[in-house]
């Protein structure tokens, strides 16, 4: 699977927007980028997921440019509750059984 | 629809003992997957189940790991004998058949914590 970077930690406050950039320079061709978001003692959540463009759902935007190396995932509005780990992973999600492989995050830290 | 579920939550045993774990995934997932975080890593995979077939055990670190899915429903994680680099969380995760959706979204338990002592 493809290598993502992404930032280790980021600060916001309420109300205000967030994107987290992640980096997948050696995508292939049948690789989705996928995110997935961490509560303490919890585990991972699917938020959102893209091959290209932009997608949207009720949580969050997922932005890939056209040569899809690199994914922003847009969190509008965030609140103390968006507090987490956000995980990027790239790879074949079009295949059953694959496993994910996380890296370490990033971390978003919320404050009022 | 109930998630997936994982029990215990967390689990307390000494160096030499033994612990079962129990998945017991989203109803009619096939997909049944066993991953774990310890201390100060990255979650890694342990393997996947398809139904009650291992599909891929790549992930499991040695033959202290035993994992079953009898009857392709719940699945247990049998750790004998535990040590002490074994504590970590065990995360759970399942996903539908691949003939019905077009990728492969997983659904991840809350997880066990794992302490040996």
């Known amino acids: 699977l493809a290598k993502t970077t992404q930032p280790i930690s980021m600060d916001s406050y309420e109300g205000q927007e967030v994107n987290i950039t992640c980096s997948h320079n050696?995508?292939?061709?049948?690789?989705?980028i996928t995110w997935y978001q961490q509560f303490p003692s919890q585990g991972p959540r699917f938020i959102i997921q893209?091959?290209?463009t932009k997608v949207t759902n009720e949580v969050a935007s997922l932005f890939i440019p056209a040569d899809r190396k690199s994914s922003t995932l847009s969190l509008p509005r965030v609140s103390l509750s968006d507090t987490a780990v956000y995980y990027c992973?790239?790879?074949?999600?079009?295949?059953?059984?694959?496993?994910?492989?996380f890296g370490k995050g990033t971390t978003l830290s919320v404050s009022s | 629809e109930a998630g997936v579920t994982q029990f215990p939550s967390h689990s307390v045993i000494e160096k030499g003992q033994t612990v079962t774990l129990r998945c017991d995934p989203i109803s009619g997932h096939d997909n049944l997957y066993w991953y774990r975080r310890v201390m100060g890593k990255e979650i890694k995979f342990l393997l996947h189940?398809?139904?009650?077939?291992?599909?891929?055990e790549s992930g499991m670190p040695n033959n202290r790991f035993l994992a079953e899915r009898t009857g392709g429903t719940y699945s247990t994680l049998k750790v004998q004998p535990a040590e002490l680099e074994d504590s970590g969380v065990y995360f759970c995760?399942?996903?539908?058949?691949?003939?019905?959706?077009?990728?492969?979204?997983?659904?991840f338990g809350p997880g066990t914590r794992l302490t040996v002592l």
């Open positions: 995760a399942s996903s539908q058949d691949m003939a019905s959706v077009s990728t492969d979204t997983q659904y």
């Open positions: 893209g091959y290209k």
């Open positions: 050696n995508i292939a061709t049948n690789d989705y």
């Open positions: 189940f398809v139904k009650e077939s291992k599909q891929d």
């Open positions: 992973l790239v790879g074949a999600f079009n295949q059953a059984g694959t496993a994910l492989i």
